[in-house]
């Protein structure tokens, strides 16, 4: 079946522990990238990559760090997190140079920092 | 600054009538809009997709129209049913077609 999983799909940690969300798409995608959802802000892209080695900052990347390292991957890093990256995450592929056909959205991450 | 509104307000509706959802931007100059749906704590799920040189599109049930000199698109579901609510959220994109910025969606709830 053809996915975008993520995982963990709940976590809750305390300020400043590193944390991975990890993000993987089984339709051989060039494009991905990862939102954050929060009430009365919407979804908001945060970083997204056309290809491997290739990454670019979204609308709030502050805080977050990517890698593409292999087509099918694309885990989001907190260094040092913070209550306020306390959200709702989703990543997301699309085709290469189809973006504007669709995207394919992942269950999301639902994150709590305390 | 760029700039996405769409009706914060829940949209109620009587089934059977159509739904009509409004997304508005300023100061951008999109290529193409998406509509997209959400159900409560899932991932949206693509719906449409509209080009800047294209007036109306349609699929299904659904038709979405783009105005470019009123900055507007218009979302419509025709013969609405209860299964049809949810949250829908426009999506513009820029910068090469790889930015995508959505607005923060409208929820509707078709009432039997």
């Known amino acids: 079946e053809a996915q975008v999983t993520q995982n963990p799909r709940y976590l809750i940690t305390v300020t400043g522990k590193k944390l991975t969300v990890t993000c993987s798409q089984n339709?051989?995608?060039?494009?991905m990238s990862w939102y954050r959802q929060d009430p009365g802000l919407g979804l908001r892209q945060i970083y997204y990559?056309?290809?491997?080695?290739?990454?670019d900052k979204g609308d709030v990347p502050e805080g977050y760090k990517v890698s593409r390292k292999e087509k099918r991957n694309f885990p989001l890093i907190l260094e040092s997190p913070s209550p306020n990256q306390t959200s709702l995450y989703f990543c997301?592929?699309?085709?290469?140079?189809?973006?504007?056909?669709?995207?394919?959205f992942g269950p999301g991450t639902r994150l709590l920092v305390l | 600054s760029q700039k996405i509104e769409q009706n914060s307000e829940a949209l109620n509706i009587q089934e059977g009538k159509t739904a009509t959802l409004t997304c508005n931007y300023t100061n951008y100059s999109p290529a193409y809009l998406q509509w997209y749906r959400q159900d409560p704590g899932r991932g949206p799920v693509f719906l449409l997709l509209i080009r800047e040189n294209e007036k109306e599109k349609r699929k299904e049930r659904l038709k979405v129209t783009f105005d470019t000199t009123l900055k507007q698109s218009l979302f419509h579901i025709t013969a609405s049913q209860p299964a049809d609510s949810a949250t829908y959220l426009c999506?513009?994109?820029?910068?090469?077609?790889?930015?995508?910025?959505f607005g923060i969606g409208t929820k509707l709830q078709v009432i039997p």
């Open positions: 339709m051989n995608h060039e494009y």
């Open positions: 997301a592929s699309s085709p290469a140079g189809q973006l504007q056909d669709t995207q394919y």
């Open positions: 999506a513009l994109l820029s910068g090469g077609y790889q930015k995508v910025t």
């Open positions: 990559s056309m290809n491997v080695e290739v990454t």
